[in-house]
Protein backbone atom coordinates (compact mmCIF):
# COMPACT_ATOMS: atom_id res chain seq x y z
CA UNK A 1 0.00 0.00 0.00
CA UNK A 2 2.62 2.54 -1.44
CA UNK A 3 4.82 1.97 1.08
CA UNK A 4 2.63 2.58 4.15
CA UNK A 5 4.27 1.16 7.22
CA UNK A 6 1.68 -0.64 9.07
CA UNK A 7 1.64 -0.80 12.71
CA UNK A 8 -0.58 -3.41 13.85
CA UNK A 9 -1.43 -2.31 16.90
CA UNK A 10 -2.84 1.16 15.83
CA UNK A 11 -5.00 -0.70 12.92
CA UNK A 12 -8.54 -0.44 12.60
CA UNK A 13 -11.01 -0.19 9.80
CA UNK A 14 -10.62 2.66 7.68
CA UNK A 15 -13.93 4.97 7.64
CA UNK A 16 -12.90 8.32 6.34
CA UNK A 17 -11.08 8.86 3.09
CA UNK A 18 -10.16 12.11 0.86
CA UNK A 19 -7.90 12.33 -2.02
CA UNK A 20 -5.67 15.68 -1.18
CA UNK A 21 -4.64 17.85 -4.14
CA UNK A 22 -4.57 14.68 -6.00
CA UNK A 23 -1.17 13.87 -4.48
CA UNK A 24 -2.89 10.94 -2.67
CA UNK A 25 -5.43 9.64 -0.38
CA UNK A 26 -5.53 10.33 3.22
CA UNK A 27 -7.86 8.03 5.35
CA UNK A 28 -8.72 8.21 9.11
CA UNK A 29 -9.06 4.93 11.39
CA UNK A 30 -12.70 4.03 13.33
CA UNK A 31 -12.54 6.46 16.76
CA UNK A 32 -10.76 9.49 14.29
CA UNK A 33 -11.97 12.31 13.08
CA UNK A 34 -11.53 14.22 9.85
CA UNK A 35 -11.87 17.18 11.96
CA UNK A 36 -8.10 16.80 12.11
CA UNK A 37 -4.84 15.17 10.38
CA UNK A 38 -4.51 11.43 11.59
CA UNK A 39 -1.45 10.73 13.59
CA UNK A 40 1.10 7.51 14.00
CA UNK A 41 3.58 6.53 16.08
CA UNK A 42 7.40 6.33 14.33
CA UNK A 43 10.14 5.37 16.23
CA UNK A 44 13.16 6.28 14.83
CA UNK A 45 17.19 6.01 16.82
CA UNK A 46 15.27 4.85 19.45
CA UNK A 47 13.25 8.22 19.41
CA UNK A 48 8.99 7.45 19.44
CA UNK A 49 7.38 10.62 17.92
CA UNK A 50 3.90 11.69 16.71
CA UNK A 51 3.94 12.37 12.87
CA UNK A 52 0.68 13.10 10.26
CA UNK A 53 -0.17 9.72 8.72
CA UNK A 54 1.26 9.12 5.50
CA UNK A 55 -0.96 9.68 2.11
CA UNK A 56 -1.40 6.14 0.49
CA UNK A 57 -0.35 7.46 -3.07
CA UNK A 58 -0.42 4.51 -5.32
CA UNK A 59 -2.47 4.85 -8.62
CA UNK A 60 -5.12 2.34 -8.02
CA UNK A 61 -6.11 3.87 -4.53
CA UNK A 62 -5.95 7.07 -5.75
CA UNK A 63 -8.09 6.29 -9.32
CA UNK A 64 -10.74 4.57 -7.43
CA UNK A 65 -11.42 7.20 -5.21
CA UNK A 66 -11.60 9.55 -8.12
CA UNK A 67 -13.74 7.54 -10.19
CA UNK A 68 -15.52 5.43 -7.70
CA UNK A 69 -16.30 7.75 -4.72
CA UNK A 70 -14.95 7.78 -1.30
CA UNK A 71 -16.99 4.82 -0.33
CA UNK A 72 -15.11 2.42 -2.54
CA UNK A 73 -11.98 4.14 -1.81
CA UNK A 74 -12.82 3.10 1.30
CA UNK A 75 -13.56 -0.31 1.00
CA UNK A 76 -10.55 -0.90 -0.95
CA UNK A 77 -8.13 0.52 1.65
CA UNK A 78 -10.02 -1.44 4.04
CA UNK A 79 -9.84 -4.83 1.88
CA UNK A 80 -6.09 -4.43 1.25
CA UNK A 81 -5.41 -3.92 5.08
CA UNK A 82 -7.50 -7.18 5.77
CA UNK A 83 -5.81 -8.99 3.54
CA UNK A 84 -2.35 -7.65 4.76
CA UNK A 85 -3.65 -8.79 8.63
CA UNK A 86 -4.47 -12.66 6.61
CA UNK A 87 -1.22 -12.90 5.00
CA UNK A 88 0.73 -11.75 8.55
CA UNK A 89 -1.40 -14.36 10.33
CA UNK A 90 -1.19 -17.27 7.83
CA UNK A 91 2.85 -16.55 7.84
CA UNK A 92 3.47 -16.64 11.07
CA UNK A 93 1.10 -18.84 12.91
CA UNK A 94 3.31 -21.42 13.71
CA UNK A 95 6.05 -19.56 15.10
CA UNK A 96 4.87 -16.32 16.10
CA UNK A 97 4.56 -15.67 20.20
CA UNK A 98 0.36 -16.89 21.29
CA UNK A 99 0.57 -12.85 21.87
CA UNK A 100 1.76 -12.01 18.42
CA UNK A 101 -1.12 -14.10 17.03
CA UNK A 102 -3.96 -13.17 19.41
CA UNK A 103 -3.40 -9.17 18.10
CA UNK A 104 -3.90 -10.42 14.25
CA UNK A 105 -6.89 -12.56 15.43
CA UNK A 106 -8.32 -8.87 17.26
CA UNK A 107 -7.51 -7.16 14.60
CA UNK A 108 -8.91 -9.61 11.96
CA UNK A 109 -12.12 -10.06 13.53
CA UNK A 110 -12.76 -5.86 13.42
CA UNK A 111 -12.45 -5.77 9.89
CA UNK A 112 -14.21 -9.11 9.61
CA UNK A 113 -17.06 -7.50 11.75
CA UNK A 114 -17.06 -3.81 9.52
CA UNK A 115 -17.63 -6.04 6.01
CA UNK A 116 -19.98 -8.03 7.38
CA UNK A 117 -22.10 -4.99 8.18
CA UNK A 118 -21.08 -3.22 4.60
CA UNK A 119 -21.92 -6.89 3.29
CA UNK A 120 -22.11 -6.82 -0.58
CA UNK A 121 -21.30 -9.39 -3.29
CA UNK A 122 -18.26 -7.45 -4.26
CA UNK A 123 -16.89 -8.76 -0.76
CA UNK A 124 -17.27 -12.67 -1.48
CA UNK A 125 -13.47 -13.09 -2.28
CA UNK A 126 -12.47 -11.15 0.96
CA UNK A 127 -15.12 -13.66 3.17
CA UNK A 128 -13.41 -16.51 1.56
CA UNK A 129 -10.27 -15.75 3.75
CA UNK A 130 -11.91 -14.47 6.75
CA UNK A 131 -13.58 -18.31 6.78
CA UNK A 132 -10.44 -19.41 5.99
CA UNK A 133 -9.53 -17.95 9.20
CA UNK A 134 -11.81 -18.49 11.48
CA UNK A 135 -11.81 -22.04 10.60
CA UNK A 136 -7.74 -22.43 11.20
CA UNK A 137 -8.30 -20.79 14.73
CA UNK A 138 -10.91 -22.65 15.81
CA UNK A 139 -9.30 -26.09 14.39
CA UNK A 140 -6.19 -25.38 16.39
CA UNK A 141 -8.17 -25.20 19.67
CA UNK A 142 -11.05 -27.61 19.37
CA UNK A 143 -13.47 -29.18 16.47
CA UNK A 144 -15.78 -27.08 14.47
CA UNK A 145 -19.17 -27.97 15.49
CA UNK A 146 -21.52 -28.96 12.83
CA UNK A 147 -24.70 -27.21 14.42
CA UNK A 148 -24.62 -23.97 16.10
CA UNK A 149 -27.33 -22.26 18.53
CA UNK A 150 -28.13 -18.74 18.03
CA UNK A 151 -25.33 -17.24 19.99
CA UNK A 152 -22.84 -19.74 18.81
CA UNK A 153 -23.66 -18.77 15.62
CA UNK A 154 -23.61 -15.31 15.75
CA UNK A 155 -19.97 -15.58 17.51
CA UNK A 156 -18.98 -18.04 14.45
CA UNK A 157 -20.26 -15.41 12.23
CA UNK A 158 -18.89 -12.13 14.21
CA UNK A 159 -22.29 -10.86 14.03
CA UNK A 160 -25.33 -10.17 16.47
CA UNK A 161 -28.47 -12.63 17.19
CA UNK A 162 -30.67 -9.77 16.61
CA UNK A 163 -29.26 -9.61 13.24
CA UNK A 164 -29.05 -13.20 12.52
CA UNK A 165 -33.16 -13.54 13.34
CA UNK A 166 -33.41 -10.79 11.18
CA UNK A 167 -32.12 -12.80 8.19
CA UNK A 168 -34.40 -16.01 9.49
CA UNK A 169 -37.09 -13.87 9.35
CA UNK A 170 -36.39 -12.58 5.86
CA UNK A 171 -35.90 -16.21 4.37
CA UNK A 172 -32.25 -15.57 3.90
CA UNK A 173 -30.70 -17.69 6.60
CA UNK A 174 -31.72 -20.99 7.08
CA UNK A 175 -32.73 -22.20 10.84
CA UNK A 176 -34.09 -25.54 12.87
CA UNK A 177 -36.18 -25.09 15.76
CA UNK A 178 -35.97 -28.47 18.19
CA UNK A 179 -39.65 -28.47 19.18
CA UNK A 180 -42.06 -26.19 16.43
CA UNK A 181 -44.66 -26.79 19.44
CA UNK A 182 -42.91 -24.55 21.93
CA UNK A 183 -43.04 -20.76 21.43
CA UNK A 184 -39.68 -20.66 22.15
CA UNK A 185 -38.49 -23.41 21.54
CA UNK A 186 -34.01 -23.40 20.92
CA UNK A 187 -33.07 -22.83 17.20
CA UNK A 188 -30.40 -24.49 15.65
CA UNK A 189 -28.53 -23.31 12.68
CA UNK A 190 -25.85 -25.70 10.50
CA UNK A 191 -22.54 -23.88 10.05
CA UNK A 192 -22.86 -24.54 6.36
CA UNK A 193 -25.62 -22.23 6.41
CA UNK A 194 -23.64 -19.64 8.33
CA UNK A 195 -20.97 -20.19 5.48
CA UNK A 196 -23.38 -19.88 2.53
CA UNK A 197 -24.82 -16.64 3.82
CA UNK A 198 -21.41 -15.05 4.95
CA UNK A 199 -20.22 -15.63 1.06
CA UNK A 200 -23.46 -14.91 -0.81
CA UNK A 201 -25.81 -13.60 1.47
CA UNK A 202 -28.14 -16.35 1.12
CA UNK A 203 -28.55 -20.17 2.29
CA UNK A 204 -30.61 -21.89 -0.24
CA UNK A 205 -31.33 -21.39 -3.60
CA UNK A 206 -27.43 -21.33 -4.50
CA UNK A 207 -26.18 -22.20 -8.05
CA UNK A 208 -24.50 -25.33 -9.03
CA UNK A 209 -20.77 -23.16 -9.11
CA UNK A 210 -21.97 -22.05 -5.60
CA UNK A 211 -22.87 -25.25 -4.11
CA UNK A 212 -19.33 -26.38 -4.78
CA UNK A 213 -17.56 -23.54 -3.49
CA UNK A 214 -19.40 -23.99 -0.65
CA UNK A 215 -18.57 -27.71 -0.47
CA UNK A 216 -14.53 -26.69 -0.31
CA UNK A 217 -15.19 -25.00 3.05
CA UNK A 218 -16.85 -29.10 4.51
CA UNK A 219 -15.07 -31.05 6.29
Known sequence: MSKYEFKVKELAPVTHAYLIKDQGVMFWYEGETPEYDPVQMKIADG?????????????????????????NCIRHINTRIAN?????????????????????????DLFYRWFWKQSRKSNQ????????????????????????????????????????RELIDEGKLKSY????????????INRKDLDAMILFDRSSGLTKRQQERLASYSE
Open 47 to 71: IEEEITRPLLRDRKTIRICTDNGRE
Open 84 to 108: YLLDQYEATIDTAPDSVIELYSIKI
Open 125 to 164: RIFERFLRHVRTRRSRSEKLATWHTLKEAAEYARTGVTKL
Open 177 to 188: RLDDAKSKSTIL
